[in-house]
């Protein structure tokens, strides 16, 4: 059995030797960190993984992907994660079926405040600052990485000479409506 990998307090890292890892997984022991110090961190998923993101998030294909970042101290207990995505992808568009390109780079801000509580009542308004997170003992920049993906992904992703008549013939349901 594999330990998932772990930022250590005491990893030695800088903004030109981030601690890196290959996978999908990276643990963010917030409360185990120094407070005094920052730690630089990127993650480059192997083949193996880019392969499993691609089949994730229904992608073509997932030629290169990186999350890059930097965990500094914030207020009285707190940290700020501020990191950049960058991708390429090859999505199916959504008309002809054919392979559509994509160039994906989106900063990336998060802050873990130790005031800060989830919502408790069943219908809430969402806050100014969306970067705000509870203060948790552990995070998983894997699924910040898998998050900021979903959300930067072309929604209808559409071949520059893609016309709505080219669109497949669809069989089923819809087209008996």
């Known amino acids: 059995m594999n330990a998932r990998p772990t930022l250590s307090p005491h990893a030695q890292t800088s903004s030109e030797a981030p601690f890196v890892v290959q996978g999908l997984t990276l643990d963010l022991p917030l409360q185990r960190l120094l407070r005094r110090r920052r730690y630089w961190f990127r993650i480059e998923p192997d083949q193996q993984a880019r392969?499993?993101?691609a089949q994730e998030f229904d992608l073509l294909s997932l030629e290169a992907i990186s999350f890059e970042a930097e965990l500094t101290p914030e207020g009285a207990g707190g940290w700020r994660l501020?990191?950049?995505l960058e991708a390429r992808v090859e999505q199916a568009c959504v008309v002809t079926g054919k392979p559509v390109p994509?160039?994906?780079?989106v900063a990336v801000l998060r802050r873990y405040l130790p005031d800060y509580g989830e919502p408790t009542a069943r219908e809430v308004e969402l806050p100014d600052d969306l970067s705000l997170e509870p203060?948790?003992?552990l995070v998983?920049?894997?699924?910040?990485?898998?998050?900021?993906l979903?959300?930067?992904?072309p929604d209808w992703p559409r071949a520059d000479d893609a016309e709505a008549g080219d669109a497949p013939e669809r069989t089923g349901f819809h087209n008996e409506l």
């Open 51 to 53: 392969a499993s993101l």
């Open 82 to 84: 501020v990191g950049r």
């Open 102 to 105: 994509s160039a994906i780079a």
């Open 135 to 137: 203060l948790v003992p």
């Open 140 to 148: 998983d920049a894997g699924a910040i990485l898998r998050e900021e």
């Open 150 to 153: 979903s959300l930067a992904l």
